[in-house]
Structure formats: C-alpha cells, structure tokens
C-alpha cells in the first residue's frame, strides 16, 4: 500500500512540476503559478480524466470533447488566462510531459 502511495505522490509532485514549468514557460509572472495549485489542478484533471470516461472510452469522439472542454475551463480559471493562451499552455505542457517521460522514466498524472 505505501509502495502504491508512494507512486502516486511521486506521479503528482513531476505532474505539477511539469505543469507549473508549462505555466511559466506560456505566462511569464503569473501570480497564480504555485506549486499547491498546479498539485490541486492536476489531481482535479486527472479526476476529471476519469469522469468524463476519455481514459476507458479513448475511442469514442465525446469523451474527448468533454475532457478537453473541462481541461481548458480548469486551466483558465485556476491561472486566469484566456483560452488562447491555454491552448498554447496544452501544447507546452505536452513538449515537456514528453521529455519528462523520456528522461526520467515517469510518466506523470
């Protein structure tokens, strides 16, 4: 059990590194980047992964569209950006999550 706990806490510390990092990089300054709330954003979306069923259903085209419809209100609202700085912030996130996972191995939440 602490083995699983352990993953997990690992998993979401690199998640909201990753993410705080991708916030820095798209909105230089922002106030709202701190690491407690890239943590609370990231269990928030991998619950809402979750959810809105886009991790059973891959698939199917509306779980999709409801996860990234989720994914970019959350991000909006936790770090006040519009949505076209979101979308940039989706495609930042995406570069590093990849070099996260290839340098170190870890695949984050």
Not at 5 to 23: E, Y
């Amino acid at each position: 059990m602490l083995r699983h706990l352990g993953a997990f806490l690992l998993r979401l510390v690199a998640s909201a590194a990753v993410l705080m990092l991708a916030v820095g990089w798209v909105d230089p300054g922002n106030p709202r980047n701190t690491f407690a709330r890239a943590a609370l954003v990231s269990l928030l979306l991998s619950l809402a992964w979750f959810v809105t069923m886009a991790r059973y259903l891959w698939f199917l085209l509306f779980p999709w569209l409801l996860y990234a419809a989720v994914w970019v209100a959350t991000v909006m609202m936790a770090y006040g950006i519009g949505f076209l700085r979101s979308l940039l912030l989706a495609l930042a996130l995406t570069v590093l999550t990849f070099l996260v996972s290839l340098v170190f191995g870890l695949e984050t939440l």
